[in-house]
């Protein structure tokens, strides 16, 4: 293209100027100079890539493959890792050797997809086959069983276009494996060949060897025929051949060979040469159009469906840094026509027409981004403040230049008075007027407290030029709201309503609402406004409408062509229709984040906002107190930073956004919108995370896209479900809904702000349960819910023959049971007998006394006379008695527990309940009382123990025993 400008220019100026046709015609090459030249800058205008690598969870940055599958997903090949990406995350496939076969080494590497789907893909050392109807790997060994053919023998592997598969053996065999039949020899190579390629066009297959020839084999006929090309003896052995089909007919084959490239196109038996500029091929590719993408180290080349050159990618700049296309191993288009490129050094990136349309500017990498507003003069320049400075940025240089005019310690504000092409700054040192030339301007006016009647501070916040009079309504301080005459610099503030008074005003924010004839001003407090014509003051939205916490009540202002008026809060939008009635616009009506930095008008109808998630569209509807909302991600672009308040225009059909990272421009703003209309997304089960008792108990298993069905075991039953709609292209960030039927009580809404989101579910018990998953479509409407049945299998002791055994156990143990009393009464009635018979003989005979040691008897005395002692003190127990009996407790437990039967607390209770029942008969004293005397101080534990011994409460004992003497020892 340029070598073309330079020949018409050339060609131009060598025409006679003397004569005026000739001037003419001149002129006209010149015009069609400039728009070639237009045309050849709008081609190589740089497009913008997406990197993607391990920040984003790849297993390594050296990737060398990458494959779109049908599932719409992505298939990744790193060094030592397979794995499959959503566009959210990776999930590992690991390292299949143990199903892969070796072969020779293989340069590029290859990737082939059969007529089952499946992928049979080498790289410099092995041969794997990925089904992905199974989305898993497949035993190469059990493929290629069928041959009675041992994997150890064979050298390297191809397919043709109908799955026939040629081998090369390491004897060099060529070997023909054609399905359904005998694996058959065709040919023999030299033990220094080997086989490159297999090229089938038609029913021709056109196999390449390393020496250059290319041997011919015709289905029909089932044999090798005259060879299209005999090779020569340069030892140019390294070589590689890639093909694609060709839309017009034939395959486009390119073949490096030595370093010398040949790329053509094969028809009709017949090698038809196209010149090339470039020979390390890796890969050819379809784009969807007609043409072909033609993949190579350092380049990636396009050609028209002409099979001419349009297009050529040397570097892969990224809103972050620029990368030179090196080591690029693979590439592919995704279901949405984006492309992918695998690089050995960086992981992958990703181009799509969405990228393409976000830039972001750096304005100063010294200093933070602490813009505080921003406005748009023409369609070249957009001048912004900072808390310590102006400056202007020049949309076509990319520039930010500071002015130096004005000094000052702070600026507040921004406002341009077109009528009069003046900027008016607000600053800690009084408003000034700025005169715009070029990226600099220059100060025309200045008021501060020195040069303006009526004000006591030259701290401005805000100002506004009043159309048609030599009046500024602005604010100087806290309270100091007026009007400033700039032409016998006279302040006059306005009056505060009584209401008003008494809250703190340091009104940050303002805004000029024209359409309505008035001032709005927010401060931390409240949002009120200045109304011009009836000269009040008022607050402007009720308490319940506004925030009231620490963030400011609004951030921006916007009054719009159509007659709304928006306030942008940390709660969402207000908006005040033409009929005055306000609605408050947030998560309820489809804005994902409800903080709002900021409002401008479209290009056409409707609004922008930026949020703390990205940007927004609101547009108008038929119904007045409806819109449609649209909602985009600016990814990466914002860098972990976030939009500024205040900071969003447009201009023309651009978006420019102010954020703490930088100026981000968005461009084309029709089709943005249109774009995400065109886009069909449905959520998709993608993979399932087992996890038993909080830990990992498996990997994480990829679910396949037939797979509708899925069966876990009962000690499965935490899991995590991964969704994912595989919209790479777009920035919106989509709403989902699920719900798990059985477990959730109703659909429950989700924002993703990545196009994906998990679930996990935590103890769920067996049985069978839908999953249903939705997107909300840009038209406002829900999707279709995809579905996929769960079953939690129960655990052996739940299962039906789990019951019929525990049935049967059940009988027998009936029986059993019923057995053994029957047996029971016999014996009781067998011991009745016994006992009869005893109790005659024991009447004739006298029991022989008991006696007790001598020891025994004094531990006895010893032990009651310690009790008698104590006897009123209720800490006296156990451990107090065998300390004073100089034993241990356990000793003591055992000693009485041997003598009396009774264990030492029963025997210090007994021995005070016998003095508590003499005492009931023989004083009177009440029971509670008695209670405290004999060392108990809990009445109802008393009782207690008293009925233990007696059988019966203390009062009835009193009752019953009142004229007998009972014996107390």
Partial sequence: MGQCLTIILTFAYSIDKSILAMKIIRLLILISAMAIFAIS?????????????????????????????????????????????????????????????????????EVKTDLKARLWIKNSKKLFVYAQDKAKFESVDSLLSLWELDPKEISNLFLDDEDDIWLLMRNGALMLCAQEQEAKKIGQLGSDERLCGAVQEQSKVYLYDSRGRIQVYDKTSNQLIEPLSQGDDRNLIWMNVVSCSYSGGGKVVAVNRGGEGEF???????LIDIPFPDHAFLKMFPDGYGGIYVVCWMHVWHLDSNLQLTDNIEQLPTLSKDFNIQFI?????????????????????????????????????NETYNMRAMLAIGDRQIWYIKSIGLYCFDIQSGQSVVCSEIQSPEFFSIFYDESRNRIWISTRDGLYGLEPQGTRGQVKEHFSKETVKGIDTSRCLWAFPIEGTSQIFCCFGAKGIGFLDTENRQFDSVAFPEELNGLYHDFFKAYYDKKRGRVVMSSAQEVICYDFESKQMRQLFPSELVSTCINDNAHDFLSTRQGHFLAATARGIILENPNEELTLLNESNGIYSPYVHSVCEGPERGVWISTSRGIASIQPTSDPKDFSISNYSLGEALGGGEPIDGCLLTIGDNLWCGTSNGLILIENLSTLTSKADAIDLSPRLIAITINQDGELASATRIISRDETHLTLDYQHNFFTLHISD?????????????????????????????????LSYTNVPPGRYTLKVRVK????????????????????????????????????????????YKGRARLLAQLREKRNKFIIQATEIKPEPVEIKSKDKEFLARAVALINKHLSEPDFRVEELSSEMGMSRSTLYRRVQQISGQTPTDFVNSIRIRHAARLLLESGESVKEVCMEVGFNDIRYFRNAFKKVYGISPQQYREEHATTSVPVE
């Avoid at 790193?78 to 199903?99: C, E, H, K, M, Q």
């Avoid at 590439?331 to 976000?358: E, H, K």
């Avoid at 989700?750 to 998990?758: L, N, P």
């Fill in 777 to 820: 479509k840009s038209d406002g409407d829900w999707s279709q819910p995809s579905q996929w049945a769960i079953t939690i299998k129960p655990p052996f002791y739940l299962t039906w023959w789990a019951y019929l055994l525990y049935a049967i156990g059940a009988i027998g143990l009936i029986w059993l049971c019923a057995y053994i």
């Fill in 329 to 365: 191993f693979d590439a592919t288009l995704d279901w949405q026509g984006g492309m992918w490129l695998a690089n050995y050094r960086n992981g992958l990136f990703y181009f799509s027409p969405d990228n393409n349309r976000i830039h972001r500017f750096t304005l100063d990498e």
């Fill in 264 to 270: 053509g196109l094969l028809r009709n038996g017949k």
């Fill in 726 to 758: 595989f919209n790479y292209m777009s920035m919106s960030m989509p709403l989902f809904s699920y719900q798990l039927e059985g477990i959730d009580r109703g659909w429950k809404e989700i924002i993703s702000d990545r196009g994906g989101f998990d």
């Fill in 41 to 109: 800058k709008s081609i190589s205008a740089p497009r913008i890539a997406s990197n993607i690598c391990v920040i984003q969870g790849m297993y390594n940055n050296t990737a060398w493959l990458v494959e779109s599958l049908s599932d719409h997903s992505l298939l990744v090949g790193t060094d030592g890792n397979f794995s499959i990406y959503d566009g959210v995350r990776f999930y590992d496939l690991g390292y299949p050797a143990n199903s892969a076969i070796d072969v020779d080494n293989c340069v590029p590497m």
